[in-house]
């Protein structure tokens, strides 16, 4: 029996642990908030002063350091206040400029750290998440914590300075009034500690619904066209209508707890000051207590009185954001099980040898895509994997670029198993032309030179002539510097193509993985598109996984795939004169014509 996983930390000593390397700028940007709280405060006591050398003259406590006369102790209190309100003013400066500075540090870092985390985690951990999920992450929630950082942590120390230092001052001025006074306090850090607890998992929920939220407007976005044709215009309207109320009832039952939490406060911060005000002035009439020192405790109490209306505020910014961080560093927490070895793999040295040795895999356990699959490809000749589909060709291709883990076996290049080089030259020795061919909102220039980000003008005109892909593209609105949109769609499907032939060409790589490069494009295009490929494949390994058969005729072997096994090999003659042959029964399918024709 596996015992239950260890409760993580509080996502606070979670985000103190990922910030230690920024402690000293957190205990800068503290110590201006305590100080700056500390400065704030004094105007009361200067004021209570004032009123005690006023009634006193010269009994004041100014006199008895020194300050005889009633006049020279009010240009002291004078230049004592305008000393306090400058240095006031300049915390004040330094506490924004470091809690921002750190607030957008740490967003920088959460980012940027939570983005190249994302890509290096392997394609299993995206199967179940939606791309506007993630971007919620990585956007909204890092936001999030950046708002908290600008305002709420200092509004937390001050109110805490708030409460140390008044208290301090009501036991050293009214000890007899102070305990009464600062009742309450317990009161209200209770229901502080209560209101985090209970309104947590409220945020929670409500990061959770705008993740879910942000994936369906992400979603439907990319399927515009697919929408519009379907007419499901009002459909998705529904479906984005049912997200949001979710996400609405979800910010009301959080709401609802949030905004009761400053008016309750307020009322049990009213006994506070009623305290102060009656026995406070009962002293002063027992001549118990001086007319400075009511006057101090009365702008003091008014002091705290403010700040921790405004806790409840603070603490609902805290916990949104806390619930931020907590799926930021959830993400962060994602172990990388896909990770290099540490033998060098040096592009020259690379002869381009792949094997498959008795590979099992499975998507979803108890359900193996290839079973025991044995396939050997000679370092530069063209082999063919073809089969129907769901037969797992281009489940290979995601197995020799390390994509996913065999669940059984070994892949081998030139004889090494895959894990145990290195993974990005692993990546950069096999070049990819898939039939999705993904192209990135940019010019048609920077689409070619994706991965080659060194290549010359030249080198890129180069390669787009060998992939015929160079008269299309002068005749674009602005050459090479066209922008082809997101996923390039200004182009079409055969020019997207052609565009991602240009790129394998660019890299020049040991080992060519066509993966359906024709299956989408006419007749002429395709035609053009083989004469590319076959151009490229020349002196090089090349693997063809295809649908359609008549491009890999020319292939030096086909193996013929199905329900994850090897059933047929040889070149595509021998394999047509096999009339009961799988090859064969599928050639006849897609040409009508007959076995031996």
Not at 216 to 226: K, P
Not at 404 to 432: K, S
Not at 480 to 502: F, H, P, W
Request: charged letters at 20%.
């Amino acid at each position: 029996m596996t015992s239950p996983p260890a409760p993580r930390p509080a996502p606070l000593l979670r985000l103190l642990r990922y910030a230690r390397g920024r402690r000293g700028t957190v205990a800068w940007a503290a110590a201006c908030s305590v100080i700056n709280k500390v400065l704030d405060l004094a105007p009361p006591v200067i004021i209570g002063v004032a009123v005690d050398v006023v009634v006193q003259r010269e009994d004041s406590l100014l006199a008895g350091l020194g300050l005889v006369s009633a006049k020279s102790q009010l240009v002291a209190l004078t230049v004592a206040t305008v000393v306090i309100f400058v240095l006031e003013s300049l915390f004040e400066y330094l506490y924004a400029l470091a809690w921002r500075n750190l607030g957008q540090s740490l967003q920088h870092d959460l980012r940027l750290d939570a983005y190249a985390h994302v890509q290096r985690l392997e394609l299993s951990f995206f199967e179940d998440k939606s791309t506007g999920g993630l971007m919620s992450v990585l956007n909204d929630d890092v936001n999030q914590l950046e708002r908290f950082l600008d305002g709420g942590a200092n509004d937390l120390l001050q109110v805490a300075t708030t409460v140390l230092v008044v208290g301090g001052m009501f036991v050293w001025l009214a000890p007899t009034v102070a305990w009464a006074a600062l009742l309450p306090m317990p009161v209200i850090l209770w229901a502080s500690f209560w209101f985090q607890r209970t309104i947590a998992p409220r945020y929670a929920a409500v990061r959770e619904q705008a993740g879910l939220l942000n994936g369906q407007l992400a979603n439907n976005l990319q399927g515009i066209a697919t929408i519009k044709s379907f007419t499901a215009e009002a459909h998705e309207v529904d479906r984005v209508r049912e997200g949001s109320e979710a996400y609405r009832q979800a910010n009301r039952r959080a709401i609802a707890l949030s905004a009761a939490f400053s008016p309750l406060i307020r009322m049990v911060i009213v006994v506070a000051v009623c305290v102060t005000l009656l026995p406070g002035g009962l002293l002063v009439l027992d001549g118990r207590l001086s007319a400075g020192e009511y006057s101090v405790l009365v702008f003091l109490i008014q002091r705290l009185l403010w700040p921790l209306t405004r806790l409840g505020a603070t603490f609902d910014l805290y916990q949104r954001a806390m619930a931020s961080t907590a799926r930021i560093l959830d993400v962060l927490d994602q172990p990388v099980r896909i990770v290099g070895g540490g033998a060098a793999l040096p592009r020259a040295e690379v002869k381009g040898e792949l094997a498959l040795d008795g590979v099992t895999f499975e998507y979803v356990p108890g359900h193996p895509v290839l079973r025991d699959l044995t396939l050997r490809i000679p370092a530069g000749e063209t082999t063919a994997v073809v089969g129907a589909t769901g037969g797992g060709k281009s489940t290979i291709v995601k197995l020799l670029l390390r994509l996913y883990e065999p669940t059984r076996g070994r892949v081998l290049l030139d004889g090494r198993d895959v894990r145990d080089l290195d993974l990005a030259a692993l990546r950069g020795a096999i070049g990819l032309v898939s039939q999705d061919t993904f192209l990135f909102h940019g010019t048609v220039r920077e689409n070619i030179a994706y991965g080659t980000f060194d290549a010359t003008e030249e080198q890129v005109v180069a390669a787009a002539k060998a992939a015929e892909a160079h008269e299309f593209i002068v005749r674009l609105p602005r050459g090479y510097d066209t922008i082809v949109g997101e996923r390039g769609q200004k182009l079409s499907g055969g020019q997207r193509q052609r565009i991602s032939i240009a790129r394998a060409v660019l890299k020049d790589p040991p080992v060519l993985v066509l993966d359906e490069a024709t299956s989408s494009v006419d007749n002429e295009t395709e035609a053009a598109i083989q004469r590319s490929l076959e151009r490229l494949a020349r002196g090089r390994t090349t693997l063809v996984i295809a649908h359609r058969l008549s491009t890999v005729r020319n292939a030096h072997r086909i193996h013929v795939l199905e329900d994850g096994q090897v059933r047929e090999a040889g070149r595509h003659e021998e394999l047509l004169d096999r009339d009961d042959g799988l090859y064969a029964a599928l050639w006849r399918v897609q040409t009508g014509v007959a076995a031996g024709a």
